[in-house]
């Protein structure tokens, strides 16, 4: 009887709320029951929607900015550029002093270079998956991947654990979710993100499903959850799901909240920032991005994953870096300053990463290819080391002089400053406890 009951009444839902809201939107705020019917994997940890809550006691980080870089950056044009190693290894770009005496980038990076006394840069982040998607499975969920299970994101999980503050999603990716390891993983599709659906440095830049399709007002939108809960009360008398539906119900009344809320179609309204701090950051996917970022963190939101250009450089790396090395460079400068200008950069952790590095010497075509055994992160904010290096490369980027950073350190380190405790279990599929970081310990080494 409850899977006879339970297809008509989805189709009804995708007809009347899909219609109001947008399905995109819709499917955002879904219970995952309605995943796990098309074949995506919901873990028993999300039956029941989480209530917002405060982070965790002793949290330095109130919201996180994770900015990642696809494809792979290199680190010698980055921030590891070894002025005197072997011109085949050095590659095409001189070095520049930073503001941290010692420490050099790559000559793109001339706005960063002024505020490196402001962020911690690791030199010797490491792991062993040289393909895209396995080094971005790491750097999104803080494990290396496996056949039997997809686990959930950073963002999904600080979506699980800490829920959110007020109509706006705890997890947003800008412009849109990039990859599958962005995703909820084995928790509820309801832990995902909320994707802009658009680039804010287009013209026509606009969020997706932020307000009703044309020809929804707001009565016939009332009139349309009036039928739905209805629905949803007929459908609780005749059969066991109950409980579930409620659930489900819940996440609609979430979907409903945001497209009401006027605080939320003023944090997505990058028009109401100053021409001149726009062009501050820059009219550019870089610039633009970030300053929405940062928006969407002040107003509440607590993590937010900003995806930016291509970094898988296997030709002609000269001519294929310096461009977008420039924007980001001014655009991630920016963010830095304005954060630290409102005074919320202790209490914002910007997150830099990118899949693995490049290979250390240039291949036939003056290109680098995949390299994860040493790549560079930035880290800043948040309870992150001001002014500091994490690590020593070798003097031809082949491996660790001395400490490396493995994807489980990194990953117990963000959740302890979020004030998450990586060592809690969740339930997988099957009712299987896993936990949220396998085997990880803090480095105290890159705390402030």
């Known amino acids: 009887m409850v899977d006879r009951l339970r297809s008509p009444r989805r189709d009804f839902l995708r007809a009347s709320l899909g219609g109001a ?3 995109a939107l819709a499917d955002r705020f879904r219970f ?18 989480v209530a917002a809550a405060a ?3 002793g949290a330095k980080a109130q919201a996180v900015i994770h900015l990642f870089l696809p494809g792979g950056m290199a680190q010698q044009e980055s921030f590891d550029p070894k002025p005197f190693a072997p011109a085949e290894y050095r590659g095409p770009f001189r070095s520049i002093e930073t503001k941290v005496p010692g420490l050099r980038f790559g000559e793109h990076w001339k706005e960063l270079a002024k ?4 962020f911690t840069v690791v030199r010797t982040m490491s792991h062993g998956e040289a393909a895209h998607e396995r080094g971005t499975h790491n750097l999104f969920t803080g494990y290396r991947p496996s056949p039997a299970l997809q686990y959930p994101s950073f963002g999904a999980v600080v979506s699980h654990e800490l829920g959110s503050r007020g109509a706006l999603p705890p997890y947003v990716c800008i412009p849109s979710q990039p990859f599958v390891d962005a995703g ?3 928790l509820s599709s309801a832990y995902g993100p909320f994707s802009l ?3 804010p440095a287009a013209g026509n830049f606009e969020v997706r499903d932020l307000a009703p399709p044309q020809g929804i007002d707001e009565a016939r939108l009332a009139r349309r959850r009036a039928l739905l809960a209805k629905v949803d009360s007929r459908f609780r008398a005749a059969t066991p799901a109950a409980d579930e539906v409620a659930a489900a119900a819940s996440f609609y009344e979430r979907a409903y909240a945001l497209i009401a809320s006027p605080e939320a179609k003023a944090a997505f309204d990058l028009k109401a920032e100053p021409d001149q701090l726009r062009d501050r950051y820059g009219r550019h996917a870089a610039g633009q991005r970030l300053l929405m970022a940062r928006r969407l963190v002040e107003a509440g939101v607590r993590w937010v994953s900003v995806t930016y250009g291509g970094w898988d450089h296997h030709d002609n790396i000269a001519g294929a870096f310096a461009g977008q090395a420039r924007e980001l460079d001014q655009g991630l400068a920016s963010l830095l300053r304005d954060l630290e200008e409102r005074d919320r950069l202790d209490s914002t952790l910007v997150l ?4 693995f590095g490049r290979t250390p010497k240039l291949n036939a075509t003056a290109g680098r290819d995949h390299w994860p055994r040493v790549f560079s992160l930035l880290l800043a904010g948040g309870g992150i080391k001001k002014g500091g290096v994490y690590g020593t490369s070798n003097s031809t980027w082949t491996e660790p002089e001395d400490v490396a950073l493995s994807v489980e350190q990194f990953a117990a380190t963000v959740y302890h400053l979020i004030g998450i405790d990586s060592g809690k279990e969740l ?3 099957g009712n299987r406890p896993i936990e949220i970081v396998k085997g990880g310990h803090v480095v105290p080494e890159l705390l402030a």
Do not use: H, I, K, M
């Open 352 to 355: 830099v990463t990118t899949e």
């Open 55 to 57: 982070p965790g006691a």
């Open 21 to 23: 809201l947008g399905l």
């Open 197 to 199: 659906g658009s680039d």
């Open 115 to 118: 505020l490196a006394d402001r």
């Open 184 to 186: 909820s993983g084995y």
């Open 427 to 429: 339930l997988a599929p």
């Open 32 to 49: 995952g029951l309605f995943a796990q019917e098309a074949g995506v994997p919901a873990g028993a940890a999300a039956v029941a929607p």
